[in-house]
Structures are given as structure tokens and as C-alpha cells.
């Protein structure tokens, strides 16, 4: 095998065939000829890329890899690591971008020189984009001969998908498959929330022409700003630091002569930029930090607001954020909820208030950003000054607040929360809603007791579109918590709208109890087991009388826009919730269609969804496997009303230490002809209506349970 040649695990092997991972291990055993492990362990051996590449297409398993397969897989099994490897992707495709005809001189020579050549290009253009070499914590490094060896034919790849693509996107593509393939290595700000704060940000008074994050991670906030003189970044992984100056480079437009300036290093122990006063500061800070320099930093002059406790990194941050703002710019921080409201922190809070440097909160759905199970906050401050009138307001926004659907079947308006089925758009109108109308109307300045204290008190802002907001006096706020969680000021957003709405919910109840009685079940009677010949999902995909197809997170956005089937809205039985990524890879979603059947992969629980007419036509989102029967062949209700059983369910489930995986192929059914399997079949979605009005009754009961308790609770409703 040639030195620093690419290595590929077994699970690479299977998505370049596109097979499953227990398919390469039958080709371990019963070929003799099958390459033979190149590196990593016993239990997961690496094999040389071109072998495997010449294997399978001597068998006859591969007549091409996919150049984006191909060119990821270079990536991944990279000598030097994947990081590196997207490093010097990311560098070769900016030579590409600013001069093609240069980069195609470079590609026209072998490969050593080539190595060569690309790292004296390099030394200019990365100088040009990031600051001198020598400029101390410069982010990426120019890579020298040696090290872009190795790398040579990754690059010509690289750049041969750039052709067809474009260079952000083949960036963009990259980097996201690393993450993905990475998910615990990194903490993510995905781009709807992303968009939110950067939206925050320019809603001032002049648009934000200079936009710092001291905690770039990997450049979403900087990347969602749009054009702007000058970017600062500055992250304390150095890896993370290089990644986010070429995505930054890269999503520029040729020519535009924007600075970007990205530092590597610890902003609170050793600030990049000192001196800076920016129009905004976007950050998504790491939470609940014991060591971020507590004990060093104690006679730091950006404390203006107070020594933050050992426990408070979050007020660290906030404060450095300050620290780096003009007068009157605005800075937009993602918070833990913990932080408007821990005692340790009650004093620094009191004094963001006091001085008007605190102007909003804003408690977002859970699912918005990691950890995902958490309704996290978003701060919005101005640094005062003396051009700066203070606000004696604070605006207070709560969209966390998750609302069910009104109507069965119909998906939930509001910005209900959990991972991959927030509706941004929604978040996006009633924070932003909320926002321009509080800096609108002076935040409040000017209007003493008359009509801002009865607007403050009473009317609140950015109602009735799925959240709640409403401007308070900071001097309600000042007592002995200076709690700031917004869902402690705002009225509790009830289960239903009143008496009138109870009625309504209550009707609704009485209907579907009485629908349930004719949709139950008759009475069994007992029979013989039945002793069916059976076959597999596999085997009956590889016969043609269905084909699989696998969800996932790696796909771009649609032709046209559609929502997206997830794993919740299935075991849920609500309609498609999720939303596709507005940028991505230009890997097409799998669309859904009528009579299509739909299996979560996770879970171990016996949940299986056969697409009607209303839902067709969404995108099918990740961990969920989608089996699309032949009509001529497989009878879509029969097939789900098997895959449903419990014994089906546990032989084809794998059991891991934190989570069961359902492998759809192994599920099983009876061989039975198409008459016989369209009578199971209506049995089946009999059933299925059946389950669906007991799922409306729990969910009309439990609001009107609800709603009872609230109406009695807070006077609108009489105990009589």
C-alpha cells in the first residue's frame, strides 16, 4: 500500500456500496481476496481506500463512486486526521476561488511540486484574508510542502466538486459532514437561531458595520451577519479557529475587501482584541464553566458590573461582551436560564438594570439550541454612555411555550418546542415583533407614568403570535432576586382562551368519545396460530416488491420549499413540523408519498405511519426509514400492521447501552397474496383510526383538565 494512502472503516465501505455495515463483514468472511485491514483496532480495522475502490469494482459492486462520496472519504481517512484535511480544503478552495486560472496552473504539475506551489500561493493569499504570518494568534497557518503532500489528491477532488458545486458550498458540505460525524465534539448554534440573533443585532439604531464573537465555535452567529466591514472572531480551539476564518473567507464575496480578523486563544484569560469597540457582539458562550478564570482575572478592569462568582461564567461573558462595544452598540448573548435568576449572580443583574445595559430577555423554545432539552435564553444588551439614553424598562419575551393543535391533525402554528421541529419563522416574527416595537417606541424613554407605564403594565408586546412579551419597569424588577426569567413576569399562557374556547374543547371531546365506540374493536374469538411462510423486508427489497430509503440530517434544501416528516411528528401522529436547512449539501431530501410506510429507527417501540394524501409530498427527516411498497404486490396497510408486532419488533431490534436501533430489513411478514393482504390490511387501519381517536381524546381531555384548573384558578371560571 502506498505511504499516507486513504483509510476507509467498514462503515465508509458501506455507504460508498451502499450497503449496509453487516454486509462488508459477509465480505470479510466469504471473500478470501477482500483487502486486507491496513490500521485501526480488531473491532474497527481501517482498509486502504483504493483497494477497497478496486474490489468492488471487480465484483462488480460499484461501477462509480460518487465524487462527493469519494472526496469525503478522502477526508475522513486523512493521514493527518479529518481536521487537517478540511484545513487544507478549506485553504486550496480559497486559491480556487479568488484566481481559477491560478489554480489551474497549480493542479497542471505533479504532485510534488504541486505541494510545493500551493504553499508559497497559500503564504499570500492567506495573508491577504487573515493578517501577516507572524501576526501573533493568526488563525490558520500557512501549511508547508510536507504537510500538503499527503493531501494532494484530496485537493484535486476538492477542487473538481468545487466545479460542480461551487467553493462555499463544497466547504459547507465538508465541514457539515464532519460535525455530523462528530456530534458530542462540538456545541453548534443552528442557523435559525443563528439568523434570531443577528436579526437582534442590526435592529438598532445604524447597522452593525463591525461584529465581534469572542466564542466563535464554528462562525454560524458571524456566517448568519451578512455583509459587514469588519468580522472578529476569536475561539480557543485552535482547530475551530481555522475552520471558522476559511468559512468566513469563503462565504465573502470575491473582491469585497472585507477584514476578518480571527484569533485563536482564551478570550476571558487572553482577550485577541483589547482595544476593539464594535458595533455588535454576537456569542453563544460555554455554559457553566468552573474554570474560566476566576481567580486570575480578579482586578480585570471589564468587571464594571460586578465581580462575577465563581459559578457565573455566563456574567463573565456578558460583561467582556460590554467591554468590547462602542457606545450605544448592541450585543445578543445565548444564556443559560439559570443565569437570569441564580442568586450568585442577583447583584451584577441589579446592575445591568440600574445602569440600562440590559434591555431584553428572551426565553426561547426548548430545542433550540444544545442542550436541547433546556428553554434557554437570549440576552440582548447596549452598552450606555454618555450619547446613550438609559431605558428604564426592561422588554421581557416568552416563546417557550409549546401549544397543541387546535385541530386533529393540523400541525401546531406556535413555536412549539423540541429538536428539529421548531417553526423559526414563527419564533423569528414574535421576538422581532417584540423587539422593533419596544426600541420603536424609545424602550420606554420619555413616557414617565402616563401612557409607557399603562402600555408596560398592561398591553405587552408581541402577543397573539404564539408567544407573549411585555415591557416591565426595571424598578418591579429590583427586589431581592432580581429574577429575570421571563415566564415569572409574563401571564401564564393558558391551556385554552377562556369559557368560550372550554366549550369548544369539550364538544370536541364528546364527539370523539362517541366516534370511539363505533371504532372499537368487536369481540375475539379464538383461533388456530397460524403458521405462515415468511419473508423479510430485505428480501423483499431486494425482489423489488419495495424499496428502502433512510432519512437523515445531511441533506440541503429542496428544489421547492417543504416541511419535514420527523421523528416526532411520527410517533406523535402530527403532521409534518420540521423545516429543511436553508444552505447545504446538494443532496436532495427523500420526499414522501401516499402509501408510503414510515418506521422510526430508534426507540425499540412498535410505531409505524402510513402517509395519507395530506402529508405526502413532505421531506422525510432523520432516524426514520421509509418502506414504499409495490401496489401490485405489498398491500401498504398490511405491511405496516405486521412490522407493529411486538415479537417482529424485538428480533429485529439491536440493544446498545443507551438506545435501541429498529433495522427495518429484518422486520418480517407472512407471504400471502394480495387479496388476503388487503382484508388484514383493513383490520389493520381500522385499528389504526381507533388508536387515533383515543389519542385525541388524552390530548381534548388533558386540555380541557387543564384548562379547568387555570379557569378556576384564576377567577374566569366559577366553581359552580
Known sequence: ???????????????????????????RRRHADFPKPVGGTETSPAFSLSEVEQWLRDQGKLAEVPLRERVWQQLAGHPLGPVPALVHSGCALLVLRNDPSAWREI??????????????VLDDVLAERFGPAEERGRAVHTPGRAELLPSVAMLRGVAELAAENGPRDTFEFLLGRQLDANPRQYTLTPPGLAALMAALADAGERPARTVLDPAAGTGALLCAVGRRDTLYAQEADPDLASLTALRLALHEETGTGRAIRVRTGDTLLADAFPRLAADAVLCHPPFNERNWGHDELA?????????????????????????????????????????????SGRRIRADLLRRGALRAVIALPAGAAPPYGIPLHLWVLRKPGNGVRSSPHLLLVDTAEPTEPAVPGQAATTPAGGRDRLDWQAVHAVVLDAWQSFVGEGEGEGEGTGAGEARAKSEGVGEGRGGGGRVVPVIQLLDDDVDLAPARHLPPPAATSGPAELTRVRERLTETLGRTGTLTPPPVAPSVPAHWPLTTVGELA???????????????????????????????????????????????????????????????????????????????????????????????????????????????SSYASTATRLDARRLQLPRLPLAEQRGYGERFRALADFEEALRLIGRFGGQLVQGMYDGLTDGTIAPK
Open 107 to 120: 493542479a497542471a504539475v505533479p504532485d510534488e511540486a504541486m505541494a510545493g506551489v500551493l504553499s508559497l
Open 542 to 652: 431486494r425482489a423489488g416488491a419495495l424499496r428502502l430509503y433512510t432519512g437523515g440530517s445531511g441533506v440541503g434544501p429542496a428544489p421547492t420549499p417543504v416541511p419535514v416528516l420527523t421523528e416526532h411528528d411520527v410517533l406523535a401522529s402530527t403532521a409534518p413540523s420540521g423545516t429543511l436547512p436553508a444552505e447545504g449539501p446538494s443532496e436532495e431530501p427523500v420526499l414522501v408519498a401516499a402509501g408510503d410506510v414510515v418506521v422510526p429507527v430508534l426507540g425499540g417501540g412498535s410505531v409505524v405511519r402510513v402517509i395519507d394524501d395530506t402529508t405526502a409530498g413532505a421531506a422525510l427527516g432523520r432516524n426514520l426509514q421509509l418502506l414504499r411498497p409495490d401496489p401490485a404486490a405489498l398491500d401498504p396497510w398490511f405491511l405496516a400492521g405486521f412490522l407493529r408486532g411486538t415479537a417482529n419488533n424485538r428480533q429485529a
Open 299 to 343: 482586578y480585570d478592569p471589564r468587571w464594571e458590573y460586578g465581580f462575577p462568582a465563581r459559578t457565573e461564567s455566563e456574567l463573565a461573558w456578558v460583561q467582556h461582551a460590554l467591554a468590547r462595544l462602542r457606545e450605544g452598540g448592541t450585543a445578543v448573548l445565548l444564556m443559560p436560564p439559570a443565569a437570569a435568576s441564580r442568586r
Open 1 to 27: 500500500m502506498p505511504e499516507n494512502s486513504t483509510e476507509v472503516t467498514a462503515a465508509g465501505i458501506a455507504r460508498l456500496a451502499g450497503v449496509g455495515r453487516a454486509a462488508v463483514s459477509n465480505w
